[in-house]
């Protein structure tokens, strides 16, 4: 498995504003997905972050709205910019080796609740 | 696309045992995940079934895989009051793209 750690926690915003979430893993890997929980919903990919090259965005989510970074194997951010209420959502970030039996699975981190007012 | 099916709803009596069903639609899909969410947490990991597999026990939790009718189940032996939580199950793409259910409520009753 592996420990994942996210910052902040959570957190309450304004309108407009931007949030910037970080994910840190305890040791490399592969991969690393940012998720949206909206209020009472399943989870529904952002996209994937790549090392080294931009991230790779779902149907309905664009980089200029959720920019993300992932400058080494181990970390990622997630920026939620220019803030709505329609954006209070939890965001995790999950990680997977990638390749092979076990490459598959993901683990998630503790998530962060956003509430936009 | 893929799609993944769940009741929404489950209660069950302390001790007795809970089964939770799942339906997906990608017919590829080489792992099948159960995940559970507790209150104001993320996401654990509870087991997985490679889908070349029927069953897989691991103490109090049995998956079973029907890839013909492509139904999968949880089933969680002398079910507790920790065990009251949201529960997932999810499907992975040939592009390790988890494709989650709309999760099952789990309460259980003392």
């Known amino acids: 498995s592996a420990v994942i750690s996210q910052k902040p926690s959570r957190d309450i915003c304004q309108r407009g504003t931007s949030l910037t979430i970080q994910c840190q893993v305890d040791?490399?890997?592969?991969?690393m997905f940012w998720y949206r929980q909206q209020p009472g919903q399943s989870l529904t990919l952002i996209a994937t972050?790549?090392?080294?090259?931009?991230?790779?965005?779902e149907s309905g989510f664009v980089i200029d709205k959720f920019p993300i970074s992932r400058p080494n194997l181990t970390f990622s951010t997630l920026t939620v910019s220019n803030m709505s209420p329609e954006d209070s959502s939890i965001y995790l970030c999950?990680?997977?080796?990638?390749?092979?039996?076990?490459?598959?699975?993901?683990?998630f981190g503790p998530g962060t609740r956003l509430l936009v007012l | 696309g893929e799609d993944v099916e769940q009741s929404l709803f489950l209660s069950v009596r302390e001790g007795d045992s809970s089964v939770i069903n799942c339906t997906y639609t990608?017919?590829?899909?080489?792992?099948l995940y159960w995940y559970k969410q507790e209150p104001g947490a993320g996401l654990q990991l509870l087991t997985y079934i490679f889908s070349n597999m029927d069953m897989k026990q691991d103490q109090r939790l049995t998956v079973l895989l029907n890839k013909k009718d492509k139904h999968l189940s949880l089933r969680i032996a002398d079910t507790q009051t920790g065990d009251s939580a949201i529960y997932f199950c999810a499907e992975v793409d040939s592009s390790y793209k988890l494709i989650f259910g709309s999760g099952t409520r789990l309460l259980v009753r003392p």
């Open positions: 972050a790549n090392q080294g090259s931009e991230a790779t965005y």
């Open positions: 999950s990680v997977g080796r990638g390749g092979g039996v076990k490459g598959e699975t993901q683990y």
């Open positions: 990608d017919s590829s899909s080489t792992y």
């Open positions: 040791s490399q890997v592969t991969m």
